[in-house]
Each structure stands twice: as structure tokens, then as C-alpha cells.
């Protein structure tokens, strides 16, 4: 099996996140590439969640411990990918934790006090 860091990374390959995908489908197939849920919007809920909170970029960045010229190319899709750290700091600060499942998935689980 092969995998790629320009697209979706393969379960458990890497503790990368990818946020967009440049190789259509069929091609994955081809190599043998497995497809995992794309995160191509991953940096529009990170916005969504600043957003919600009623913070500006700069106060966001900075309770959440990160650069914020990091923070604006992810929410400019100037990034293609994601570290897991990064992703950390917002999943694992105490204001945003109950974010982080529909952060990363899509999804939310509203009896554990999860919201989007």
C-alpha cells in the first residue's frame, strides 16, 4: 500500500492532517490508496468555531497558544495540512473541548455536551 502526503493520509499512517485533495479518487483506487473522511473543511470549522465564540483572529490565536500568522493561513487555506499538535491546542483547551469531535468529524454528540 502506498501512501501519499500531497492527499488524504491512510488510517493510522500518520499524525498528519490533510486538508486538501488533488488526486481525484480514481486514481487512489488505482495505487490501492485508501480513503479516509476528507478534512478539506477542517480550517472553515476552525473559523466557524473562532467565529461562534466571538473571537477575533489575534484573541483566538492567542488563548489557544498559537502563532497567529499560523492561525490565518489555515483559516485562508494556505495550508494544506495540519499537525496534530496544532490541532491539540484547540481540541485540549477547556473552552473549546466540547468543539473537538464535530472539529475533527463532522459530527457531534449533543449528551456529552458536544456541539457544532
Known amino acids: 500500500m502506498v501512501a501519499s502526503r500531497v492527499n488524504a493520509p491512510l488510517v493510522g499512517a500518520s499524525r498528519t492532517l ?3 485533495q488533488s488526486t481525484p479518487k480514481s486514481v ?3 495505487i490501492g490508496v485508501r480513503q479516509v ?3 478539506a473543511t477542517i480550517f472553515e470549522r476552525i ?4 467565529q461562534a465564540e466571538g473571537l477575533s483572529q489575534d484573541a483566538f490565536s492567542k488563548e489557544i497558544g498559537m502563532n497567529f500568522g499560523t492561525l490565518r493561513n489555515y483559516e485562508q487555506g494556505r495550508r494544506e495540512s495540519m499537525a496534530s499538535n496544532e490541532l491539540e491546542k ?3 483547551h477547556p473552552r473549546f473541548q466540547k468543539y473537538a ?3 475533527v468529524t463532522e459530527t457531534t454528540a449533543p449528551g456529552a455536551g458536544q456541539i457544532s
Open 37 to 39: 473522511v476528507p478534512v
Open 101 to 103: 469531535l464535530w472539529l
Open 90 to 92: 484547540i481540541t485540549k
Open 28 to 30: 487512489h483506487a488505482l
Open 18 to 20: 490533510y486538508a486538501k
Open 47 to 50: 473559523r466557524q468555531i473562532r
